[in-house]
T-cell receptor, first 109, second 113 residues
Framework: DAKTTQPTSMDCAEGRAANLPCNHSTISGNEYVYWYRQIHSQGPQYIIHGLKNNETNEMASLIITEDRKSSTLILPHATLRDTAVYYCIVSGRDDKIIFGKGTRLHILP | DAGVIQSPRHEVTEMGQEVTLRCKPISGHNSLFWYRQTMMRGLELLIYFNNNVPIDDSGMPEDRFSAKMPNASFSTLKIQPSEPRDSAVYFC???????????FGEGSWLTVV
């Protein structure tokens, strides 16, 4: 079973920052937070992952709370192409990646 | 890099027929995963291999499903006999090993009529 809780859906205006929350209150000390997204009819795509510190790459930023019980994925300037289902996954470094239901993000023109 | 390559992209078959889905992982990756996606059940992990050895097949639905990885560059997922409830998108994915990210193929869209 997925170890995370995400809102079912969210809307965001094009050009604004999209902030996607994820709760993972039972996360263990050696478990990472991964984010993937799935654009319609495509395979899931890796976005970013982190353990304790905030992370940033060319796609997004990941903010993890100090107690590690929740995190937020930030898409700084959302475009229509960011419309997708976003999955927050908690997994140990050597463990399998199990997908939950994710958040369906709609970017509005 | 060509990415994870799956074939066929689309297949329509009759109930009772054997279905074989194929996957070529990214060169150099040592872990391979098979997932299935349906509207009802979402994205499910069926089985994964590490260094060509099946590590966890607890997600394989039943004996009609089998997966093999004869070498580092090829894997198959076979359904025999197929049933309408097997209709789904089957994704293959690979990763470079522990802690590395997973890269997915474009999926094989299976319809069993």
């Amino acid at each position: 079973d997925a170890k995370t809780t995400q809102p079912t859906s969210m809307d965001c205006a094009e050009g604004r920052a999209a902030n996607l929350p994820c709760n993972h209150s039972t996360i263990s000390g050696n478990e990472y937070v991964y984010w993937y997204r799935q654009i319609h009819s495509q395979g899931p795509q890796y976005i970013i992952h982190g353990l304790k510190n905030n992370e940033t790459n060319e796609m997004a930023s990941l903010i993890i709370t100090e107690d590690r019980k929740s995190s937020t994925l930030i898409l700084p300037h959302a475009t229509l192409r960011d419309t997708a289902v976003y999955y927050c996954i908690v997994s140990g470094r050597d463990d399998k990646i199990i997908f939950g239901k994710g958040t369906r993000l709609h970017i509005l023109p | 890099d060509a990415g994870v390559i799956q074939s066929p992209r689309h297949e329509v078959t009759e109930m009772g027929q054997e279905v074989t889905l194929r996957c070529k992982p990214i060169s150099g990756h040592n872990s391979l995963f098979w997932y299935r996606q349906t509207m009802m059940r979402g994205l499910e992990l069926l089985i994964y291999f590490n260094n060509n050895v099946p590590i966890d097949d607890s997600g394989m639905p039943e004996d009609r499903f089998s997966a093999k990885m004869p070498n580092a560059s090829f894997s198959t997922l076979k359904i025999q006999p197929s049933e309408p409830r097997d209709s789904a998108v089957y994704f293959c994915a690979s990763s470079g090993g522990a802690g590395n990210t997973i890269y997915f193929g474009e999926g094989s869209w299976l319809t069993v009529v």
